[in-house]
């Protein structure tokens, strides 16, 4: 095997899965980059820390550097440093002529070296407006159970803190986030607070902090672009509390209110917890499930990959809801239950599994 095998290779199954999922330009240009590290180009340099014999397969899933790189170059674009670049993005009103593109992006890789590096040296971060949907459809739900409660609104893993807001955002059947949601008649409900733990919080309201999150999605996807702007939008108008905190400190910081309902919420974020954190929060939910009451409500809401992708690189993603105390006569509460399925990016919902 060849040092940059493992690379190359999550260099092509990335750009599948882009391809996939609404990013033809990704797809074309992360094979385009495969070839490059194949043949030594400015793309190996750039990501040589990802050759060589000692890398792993596991290593490089984790660290995306694939990702990485190609929100270094849309964020060049979007900065206007690289105009020649620009002409081939649609985020900017550029065209998708990906194969024209390449030889620009080669260039680019070699003219904004430092920045690039730079770039490489952060995770990506993303905040998928799109969530919203499966969040907003069980907020109805919680709100069904508890009698319209007032809700306390926590987010671990919260990056920007966009989905603290779906009450206020376009969210619905023939809305920009499309989805049909799971009742007609929802009771009505206030969410009172939003608190969003993340360890790299990004301050949507910032010139830095609404560059970074464009960068990271995909430039040819418009609709999620669309989604974006009008969620920061919304961030500008109404507040929510960011906080610097690993996800167990956050979830181990909740203490439940009476009259209120206490909703946690994350969304495609528990695969990068690692076993001892994860123990943590699991911990911490079932000392708020024991403590809840039918004053002081609590409910676990999550939006998370429920199993292996099929052969056209898709994964199932299933809503969760678990809410405590139980009803009478019912010892366990709402356990796990599957309320629907939807793509990673959250919509639409099917809510075929829903009560």
């Known amino acids: 095997m060849s040092d940059h095998a493992v690379l190359t290779a999550y260099l092509r199954s990335q750009a599948d899965y882009c391809a996939a999922h609404g990013s033809p330009m990704y ?7 495969a070839d490059d590290v194949a043949a030594g180009g400015p793309t190996a340099d750039l990501l040589a820390r990802w050759i060589g014999p000692d890398v792993t397969v596991a290593a490089v899933a984790s660290d995306l550097p694939g990702l990485r790189l190609l929100g270094g170059l849309h964020r060049l674009v979007l900065a206007r440093e690289a105009p020649a670049l620009a002409l081939f993005y649609p985020s900017v009103g550029g065209t998708a002529e990906v ?7 080669r260039d680019t890789l070699v003219e904004h070296d430092s920045a690039l ?18 969040l907003l459809g069980g907020l109805q739900l919680v709100a069904q159970w508890s009698g319209g409660r007032p809700v306390r609104l926590y987010e671990i893993g919260t990056s920007a803190g966009l989905n603290l807001r779906p009450d206020l955002l376009p969210v619905g059947p023939g809305l920009l986030v499309d989805t049909p949601l799971p009742l007609r008649d929802a009771p009505a409900y206030e969410v009172v607070e939003r608190v969003g733990g993340d360890l790299h919080p990004i301050d949507p309201t910032t010139t830095d902090g609404r560059l970074t999150l464009t960068s990271y999605v995909w430039a040819d996807d418009l609709q999620r672009l669309e989604r974006l702007r009008a969620a920061l939008a919304v961030a500008a108008d109404e ?4 906080l610097r905190i690993g996800a167990a400190d956050l979830v181990e910081s909740i203490e439940l209110r009476p009259g209120l309902v206490t909703v946690l919420w994350h969304s495609i974020m528990w695969q ?5 954190e994860r123990k943590r929060v699991l911990a911490a939910i079932a000392r708020l499930a024991s403590q809840a009451t039918p004053e002081a409500r609590f409910a676990h809401l999550r939006f998370e990959t429920e199993g292996d992708p099929g052969p056209d690189h898709r994964w199932q993603h299933g809503v969760r809801l678990s809410a405590w105390p139980p009803a009478e006569g019912d010892s366990t509460g709402i356990e796990g239950r599957l309320l629907g399925t939807a793509p990673p990016h959250g919509v639409p919902v099917d809510w075929a599994k829903a009560p």
């Open 27 to 33: 797809g074309v240009l992360g094979h385009h980059l």
């Open 99 to 105: 194969e024209a593109a390449w030889p620009v992006v």
């Open 117 to 134: 590096r730079a770039g490489l040296a952060k995770a990506p971060q993303t905040n998928e407006v799109g969530r919203s949907g499966p």
């Open 239 to 242: 507040p929510a509390q960011l």
């Open 272 to 276: 990068y917890v690692d076993a001892a």
